[in-house]
């Protein structure tokens, strides 16, 4: 059977038929993507219709936001709130025009938001004191401490309730700068490519708003609101000094003056929107140069706690085991 076997394997014409198999099947396996098409052309067509999918999505997404938001706006506030807001006259003892700006900021428009906003500045202190007579002096904290201890902790925690609301609303209005800053750039971009095709102004937020909206859903927002007031506002130049307001950012400011300048005097938008955009992407790099250069400083500390002593670890260990092992130190 051994040998049967082996004179099949030696046998020429045996030899012929397999290397001709396998120049058949290198050769199919080698014209088989020439018949499949353009790899290319499928992973960007795979691409596209993935960004398509992704800015269904965001569309759908956006449009369920500015419903809530207009229904927000439309429903009644609560009562209870209301009420205690009007009688107190809470918004003049806690409220001014900078409280109303840093809301706008934060992304919380109209009355209902500074309703609930100082009606929580008010209820919170009262809470936070109760909270912590019921911790202090029920429950039995902090028993080795004098009385007039104990009710500076609680007078502390009321003011950290007062102050909540507060922290809350900039805690929120810096996040949303940074989402608007980080995308500004290339929504401008877009806005100057938008121009310069021949688009409107208001066609250009809208086409921008859309294509924005997968980066920053906060600036796509600002570009909505801007296109809608730019429709129905008696002076254009409300619009964009809204827009500017809302966003409480140098740079928006900026390229709302110069739109300003361009509707007041005919200017060409293009060559402004140009211009800001360099100035922006500029501003971008060097914010991120400057962290750049802020990395040695703060990973020195680092590196002395935790990476030197590793290193000398690794470096002095070997030679510590042979010292040992030798007995070079007498006991």
């Known amino acids: 059977m051994v040998d049967q076997i082996v004179r099949s394997v030696t046998d020429p014409s045996f030899m012929i038929a397999l290397v001709v198999a396998v120049a058949v099947f290198v050769t199919v396996f080698t014209a088989l993507p020439a018949f ?5 052309k499928a992973r960007m067509k795979s691409v596209a219709l993935e960004r398509e ?8 997404r956006l449009a369920a936001e500015a419903d809530r938001r207009r229904k927000g706006l439309r429903e009644e506030q609560s009562t209870g709130m209301r009420n205690i807001v009007e009688r107190l006259d809470l918004k003049r003892a806690l409220a001014d025009e900078n409280t109303v700006a840093k809301l706008r900021v934060a992304g919380f428009r109209g009355q209902n938001p500074l309703t609930k906003f100082l009606f929580f500045r008010l209820v919170l202190p009262f809470a936070g004191f109760a909270i912590g007579v019921l911790y202090i002096f029920v429950l039995g904290a902090l028993p080795d401490q004098p ?25 929120r209005a810096s996040k949303r700068k940074d989402s608007i800053q980080k995308a500004w750039p290339d929504a401008l971009d877009l806005l100057l490519i938008c121009v310069e095709s021949g688009m409107s102004v208001e066609a250009a ?4 708003a859309d294509e924005i909206g997968t980066q920053s859903v906060d600036l796509a927002e600002e570009f909505v609101l801007t296109n809608a007031e730019l429709s129905f506002l008696q002076e254009r130049k409300q619009a ?11 740079t928006v400011k900026s390229v709302s003056q110069a739109l300003i300048q361009a509707e007041r005097y005919g200017t060409p938008v293009a060559h402004a929107l140009r211009v800001l955009s360099a100035e922006s992407r500029d ?7 400057k962290k750049a250069a802020a990395l040695p400083p703060k990973l020195t500390v680092p590196m ?7 290193l000398f670890a690794v470096i002095l260990g070997p030679a510590g085991i042979q010292v040992s092992q030798q007995n070079i130190f007498p006991n």
């Open 36 to 40: 499949g098409g353009d790899p290319l």
């Open 205 to 208: 937020f809208r086409r921008v």
């Open 53 to 60: 999918e992704l800015r269904a999505r965001q569309r759908v």
């Open 304 to 310: 002395i706690l935790f990476f030197l002593p590793v």
């Open 283 to 289: 501003m971008r790099m060097n914010a991120a140069e």
């Open 147 to 171: 009385l007039f201890i104990k009710l500076f902790v609680c007078i502390l925690l009321a003011y950290a309730g007062f102050y909540a609301p507060v922290l809350y609303v900039t805690n």
């Open 240 to 250: 964009y000094e809204n827009l500017a307001a809302r966003t409480g950012l140098e």
